[in-house]
């Protein structure tokens, strides 16, 4: 069985927290290209994107956090899997 990537479609999409300047968590949909680029969103509103690079580093924090460091100075990202029990249904 073969899995074409499509372009311009998402390689994998899933509902995840997010740590604000301020330390609160907020809930986005994320969506991660195969290109590197991940795009947020509000509800069904883009929020935000970051391009992953060369430089790029992830390190596990614990089983269910993850912090992105995007490299030269730019901002890091902390992300938290949802709680699926408590997550919206789609």
Known sequence: MSLAIREN???LAGLLLK???WSVKQERRFELYADGKIK???ASEWAGSFELT???KARKISRFELEVDFGSGKKNLLLT???LANAPRK
Do not use: A, F, L, W
């Open 9 to 11: 479609r998402p390689i």
């Open 19 to 21: 740590k604000n300047k």
């Open 40 to 42: 947020y969103y509000k």
């Open 54 to 56: 060369k430089i790029s």
């Open 81 to 83: 899997q949802v709680d």
